[in-house]
């Protein structure tokens, strides 16, 4: 259960409150609104009990131990997909080149060029 039977006061402290203040406004005799606000109370009082349950239902986190599990059984069937795909890639070096995308080996070729004119501009300092 999530809180505490002292939630469960302050519930009914609060009910009876409210009830108090409207059934007031009526004009009854006293010992029925005292009566009346004091059923309410205890009524509330006793709902709390599973109202209390549900919010710790909700709330409830597994155990770290069963999460861990579940996170290390994923990372292990990650590796043995990654070790087979590099064993794979090992074996046959013209399907690793097909895997990557067009927009890698343009970035090759523009690292290629910027280098080159990084050279050239270089020599052309050194000869100034």
Known sequence: MYGSVFWNCWGSLFAFTVTFAIVYQESISPLKIMLTSFFVAIAVFIL???VRSLIGFILFTSDDEHLNDAIEKDETDGNENLSEEMQSGI???EEMNNHHSS???LQDQNAEEIANVVRAMMEEKDDA
Do not use: I, L, T, V
Request: hydrophobic share 20%.
């Open 91 to 93: 074996e046959n070096p």
């Open 48 to 50: 709390m009990f599973p």
């Open 103 to 105: 927009s890698k080996g």
